[in-house]
């Protein structure tokens, strides 16, 4: 019995189906004495069922194997004993038995009845009685299947047709458990005849096995024939490789290395066979043989000087040589190609033995195709690999071991450039291997917000869709999805001096929270503060007419002597300044000493002049011969005493300028007017309130 149903029905009390079948020979068979026609197999059997059995329909189908003499039925049951039951046939003749030998006879017609009985829980079951005349239930016997020949694609088979009716083929490769049944039913013809039939559309150089089967008229068929097994034959390869390259410069020696990739046969398909690659270059505009080289993997590394090469790649097998795959490359004019984007694995597992890979396209140049590579981590000499065109994206990898880690690539080809390689681990029931930790901030402005993370193998087998970062603040969300070619990213058009939390996501499962602010902004406050000090300086000003134009109106301006320079010396006059007022005397300016009795010095009032030469003109060319005794201590006496008068002040002090140039101190001298006017070109005027005019007069009598 199933150890699951027994479980089960044990823990749950759940009803099992079982399937039985019971083969039973004629020597098997015993007579019982009570019935004549009743064969069996234990004699207890030749007693009728007891009141307490349960007689059921337990679909029971039987045939007749007439090469052996013996009948086989089988039948299903719903069964709830936790114990294999004992099972029996009981056969019932329609004429009288006289050996139960003969009882497997083609013309006999017998009822058959099934009994199973349960020990533990004393209880048998007895089907309903199944009448068969075994002519009409012969299964034909088993046919014996033969190759005669294979080519690349196709196997012929024969074998004897043993009974009337039809046959069924089927085949597989070796290797795999799934078998392949050809459409076409071969009739059987008569018994003896031997049939033949050629199978194709299969792989070359490929192990397969095959076997047959025939039923007759009953409509039962016979047992599958042995397996026989044929390897089909070579067959030159087809098309053409599909070769991408490679331009490395060599700093050291100014040579180039020129790595060659090509995809033919994909060995984890059944069928390929590609026995090596001859490769074959040379220098454009040499006379010179080409180079060849046999490989056996499906790269080669080339290092070649600086010029234009022709570059030739077929595959070969024991059939002969494929079609030429041809380059022309330019070692120095080779261009660096991007690889491919935000690559992952997603698992389809337990649904789909299968994983898919998704990738993004680069932006720049145009891809013509990707090629998608997986081998085991552990044998990297197992590369499978397939061909997605370029305007897909993503390629469904299957029947891949469930148990195993895989490392799988795609490299982008453009034209016939390979792009760089980028490569993921992952697993049929985890998907990709890599998780996304460390996430930290990098950055924070006003308005952006940078975070960085790095990449790692996944350190529990746990299953994850795809990896995000999450920024929030309650409603407000901004959200990026994390690839594995990716390790930083900044969230922009964000809130000036605010707080955010920034989350780490797998698969909407939260691993990581941390909190961050942006900078204040101070836009916002200036532009704010601007308007307010504009309209505070308006009303400022505002106010400053308002109050200029009231206190004009209402108070008028009165004349102050504060305000007057002459008012606030008559108010306040100087304390060295004496207060005693003084009259003008003419006598002071009487000069008694300089000609005796014949000059006079006097002093009126300054009258307008036009100009200098005016005052040039009024005086008398007499004036200029008049001749003085002059005493420096005299003269500066009486110039003191003048200016103590204050009214002229100015006059004397340009005296006092011109007096020592004149004089030297307590000596007497003549002066000549005449000669000091020549000597000065200039005359005695002195030009303030008053002025000295010389004039020659009568003496004056004392």
Known sequence: MDSWCLATWMVLNFLCVFAYEVTVRNTDLKPCEKDKQMCVIDPRDCDPWPPSAIQESLNMFCYYQIDQYSVTCNWSETFRSPTEPELSLIFRSVRIVYSCLGVFSPLSTLSITAKMKNSVMDTEIWSQPLTIRLHYAVKPSQPVLTVRGSTANSINVTWDSTSEGDCRLRYRANGTQVWTEVADTVPAGEEGQILTYNIKGLLPFTVYGAAVACRGD????????????????????????????????????????????????????????????????????????????????VTELLEVEPGNYSITVRAFNTAGYGPVAQLYIDTQRVNSLPPVRNLWVYSHFPAKNAVQVHWQNPSGPLVSHSYVQWHPEARPSIDCWITVESWNSSALIEDIDPYTPYLISVIPVYGQQCGPSWSLPASLQHGALMEAVQMKLVGVTKKTVTVGWVW??????????????????????????????????????????????????????????????????????????????????????????????CKSYFFPTISSPWSSKMGHWLINPPRQKTLDMKVLDIEDYRVMDVLGDKGLILVVPRQERSSKKDLREDASPLMHTIKLDVCVSEFATKRENSANDGFLRRGGEEEEENAPNQFSEGLCQEWDFSEGMTNHNSHMTCETEYIFVEQISPPLKQ
């Open 456 to 549: 790692q193998r996944r350190s529990k087998p746990i299953r994850v869709g795809g990896y995000r970062v999450m920024l929030r603040r309650g409603s407000e969300m901004h959200t990026t999805s994390l690839w594995p070619d990716q390790w930083q990213h900044t969230f922009s058009q964000l809130t000036p001096s605010t707080e955010y939390s920034l989350v780490l996501l797998a698969d909407n499962v939260s691993k990581h929270t941390t909190s961050v602010q942006t900078s204040f902004d101070e836009v916002p406050v200036v532009a704010a503060a601007t308007p307010l000090l504009l309209l505070a300086v308006v009303v400022f000003i505002f106010f400053l007419l308002f109050r200029t134009a």
């Open 218 to 297: 009953s409509n039962i068929s016979s047992d599958w024939s042995s397996e026989v097994t044929v390897r089909t034959a070579d067959m030159i390869p087809s098309r053409p490789v599909e070769v991408c390259y490679t331009v490395e410069k060599v700093e050291s020696s100014g040579s180039f290395q020129l790595r060659l990739r090509w995809q033919d046969s994909n060995p984890c398909s059944p069928g390929s066979r590609v026995l090596a690659y001859q490769v074959t270059y040379k220098p454009e505009g040499k006379k010179q043989p080409p180079e060849i080289r046999n490989v056996t993997a």
